[in-house]
């Protein structure tokens, strides 16, 4: 019977994990953020998830660029070196847009566990044309309806500018010529559902340069959600629970409600 052995349970998470050892990786890069174009030197550290030594179940491990509609970028597959050591880089695209992306990176042995098990890190690429051309946005949201409305300035004079050609595209949708009005904005008018990604691209071209860059749009604020938290973790039937609650806006911030 499992009272007649010591530590019985131990045992068993212990014999468990050595016939089917956990991985966990962590991933260094040299810099958080990057110019387009530029390169990622990264260096992978593959351990045991229990112990945090180092392990060696997976030849390779896979790094990913995600970009902010979880698309993938960039892969590369490196094995390790004569000490087990995982490193190399990633080559970014001269005209990747601007925006917040997601580095990933797993072992094949790791997507038994699922993505949550995978190893994330924000990273943040810059096009060196933003250093010219500075897009102002501005977002007005009600509901799921969106009034965008941009003017791009030049930053060496602070002067409006008119790009030659400016469009913009979020979720699956077509993508939307933008055409200027007399006071040289650009205005858009759309309406999102529950199931589009709340992620817009803008691209510009100026005097023959590309620029593009993601903007994440955001919610209505007048929109909050509630959760109730009965005391013990149910509510008992015939009798007086203590519920707490917690409201929380969709920018995921806490409201004040009553």
Same mark, same amino acid.
């Given at each position: 019977?499992?009272?007649?052995?010591?530590?019985?349970?131990?045992?068993f998470?212990?014999?468990?994990? *050595?016939?089917?050892?956990?991985?966990k !990786?962590?991933?260094?890069?040299?810099?958080?953020?990057?110019?387009?174009?530029?390169?990622?030197?990264?260096?992978a550290?593959?351990?045991?998830?229990?112990?945090?030594?180092?392990?060696? !179940?997976?030849?390779y491990?896979?790094?990913?660029?995600?970009?902010?509609?979880?698309?993938?970028?960039?892969?590369?597959?490196?094995?390790?070196?004569?000490? /087990?050591?995982?490193?190399?880089?990633? *080559?970014?695209?001269?005209?990747?847009?601007?925006?917040?992306?997601t580095?990933?990176?797993?072992?094949?042995?790791m997507? %038994?566990?699922?993505?949550?098990?995978f190893?994330?890190?924000?990273?943040?690429?810059?096009?060196?044309f933003?250093?010219?051309?500075?897009?102002?946005v501005?977002?007005e949201?009600?509901?799921?309806?969106?009034?965008?409305?941009?003017?791009?300035?030049?930053?060496?004079?602070n002067? !409006?500018?008119?790009?030659d050609v400016?469009?913009?595209?979020?979720?699956?949708?077509?993508?939307?010529?933008l %055409?200027?009005?007399?006071?040289?904005?650009?205005?858009? %008018?759309?309406?999102?559902s529950?199931?589009d990604?709340?992620?817009?691209?803008?691209?510009l !071209?100026?005097? /023959?340069?590309?620029y593009?860059?993601?903007?994440?749009? #955001?919610?209505?604020?007048?929109?909050?959600?509630?959760?109730?938290?009965?005391? &013990?973790?149910?509510?008992? #039937? &015939?009798?007086?629970?203590?519920?707490?609650?917690?409201?929380? /806006?969709?920018?995921?911030?806490?409201?004040?409600?009553?």
């Amino acid at each position: 019977e499992l009272s007649s052995v010591p530590d019985s349970i131990s045992l068993f998470f212990q014999q468990q994990l *050595d016939a089917f050892p956990q991985e966990k !990786i962590h991933v260094q890069t040299d810099k958080s953020s990057y110019l387009s174009g530029e390169r990622i030197w990264f260096r992978a550290h593959l351990v045991n998830a229990l112990s945090h030594r180092p392990i060696f !179940i997976s030849r390779y491990v896979y790094v990913e660029v995600i970009n902010p509609v979880d698309d993938l970028v960039k892969r590369v597959k490196v094995r390790p070196d004569s000490t /087990g050591a995982y490193y190399g880089y990633v *080559d970014l695209d001269d005209e990747l847009a601007e925006g917040a992306y997601t580095l990933r990176a797993y072992t094949n042995y790791m997507r %038994n566990m699922g993505e949550d098990a995978f190893f994330r890190k924000k990273i943040h690429v810059l096009d060196p044309f933003s250093l010219q051309i500075e897009p102002r946005v501005s977002f007005e949201v009600e509901k799921n309806n969106i009034n965008l409305a941009i003017q791009f300035v030049d930053r060496q004079n602070n002067e !409006i500018v008119i790009p030659d050609v400016v469009t913009g595209k979020f979720s699956t949708k077509a993508v939307n010529t933008l %055409n200027p009005k007399a006071d040289y904005t650009y205005y858009w %008018n759309f309406k999102l559902s529950e199931k589009d990604s709340r992620v817009l691209l803008l691209s510009l !071209i100026y005097k /023959g340069r590309k620029y593009n860059r993601y903007y994440t749009i #955001p919610y209505d604020q007048s929109d909050y959600n509630v959760s109730f938290f009965p005391e &013990g973790g149910y509510l008992i #039937p &015939g009798e007086i629970c203590q519920v707490g609650f917690k409201s929380l /806006g969709e920018g995921g911030l806490g409201e004040d409600i009553s």
